[in-house]
């Protein structure tokens, strides 16, 4: 069985930071992408970063230079450093793990990252 577990969520104040990771454990074959995903209270769940077998990383626009996210393809690790963080940052974060072959993804169950004074 497939799981995808994440860590580093947790209460910080607008302008800190966190890093994020998730780790991926079972069968799993070829990785396409790995990518990190938030639901702010109220909101749908919006993607908000991407990183792809060939390490090229995609990020909305809100969170442009401030968060960046890597992966150990090997490891199945992807991590997401959130940098100058602001309260519009607070969400549950999740990790998707996308595989070629079969075409299924993945998800984790979640994290809260709250920023707040």
């Known amino acids: 069985q497939v799981q995808l577990v994440e860590s580093g969520g947790g209460l910080v104040q607008p302008g800190g930071s966190l890093r994020l990771s998730c780790a991926a454990s079972g069968p799993i074959s070829t990785v396409a992408a790995m990518d990190w995903y938030r639901r702010a209270p109220g909101k749908q769940r919006d993607l908000v970063a991407t990183i792809d077998y060939g390490g090229t990383a995609t990020y909305v626009d809100s969170v442009k230079g401030r968060f960046t996210i890597s992966m150990d393809i090997a490891k199945r690790t992807v991590v997401l450093q959130m940098n100058s963080m602001k309260p519009e940052d607070t969400a549950v974060y999740y990790c998707?793990?996308?595989?070629?072959?079969?075409?299924?993804?993945?998800w984790g169950q979640g994290t809260q990252v709250t920023v707040s004074a």
């Open positions: 998707k793990l996308r595989q070629i072959q079969p075409r299924r993804e993945f």
